[in-house]
């Protein structure tokens, strides 16, 4: 006697997530009615979000952030990295009273904001 037992793997039910394009499907996220019986949920299509540059892969530099619009539409905004702060060449430590920004940004600064006067 051969018993085979077939399990399904996804069942089409998913959290509101960002869409990678890889055919995903459908999402569906349940909404209970104004008793909160989960017997009598009722299932309604959640809006599918894609990338909105050409970058299509979850790396760290491609962070992206779900905001939802005046309008009730959700769409996605472009997340930038976070800068390490100017250092002490003797401790290491963050310098304070100095700007957070990326090297490039220096250049721009005016000279005053770049060092502390008074350091205490």
Known sequence: FFFFFFFQA?????????????????????????????????????QRLTYRR??????????????KTPGGKL???????????????????ALQGIPVMKPYLYKRLAKNKKNVSRAY
């Not at 299509?56 to 952030?65: D, F, I, L, Q």
Request: net charge positive; hydrophobic share 25%.
């Open 10 to 46: 996804e069942d089409g039910i998913r959290d509101a997530q960002e869409s990678r394009g890889l055919g995903d499907v459908y999402k569906r996220q349940v909404s209970t009615q104004s008793t909160g019986n989960p017997s009598s949920a009722v299932y309604s299509m959640v």
């Open 54 to 67: 050409r970058h299509s892969y979850a790396t760290k530099s491609n962070g992206v952030r779900k905001v």
């Open 75 to 93: 769409t996605l905004h472009n997340v930038a990295k976070k800068c390490a702060a100017p250092k002490c060449g003797d401790c290491h430590k």
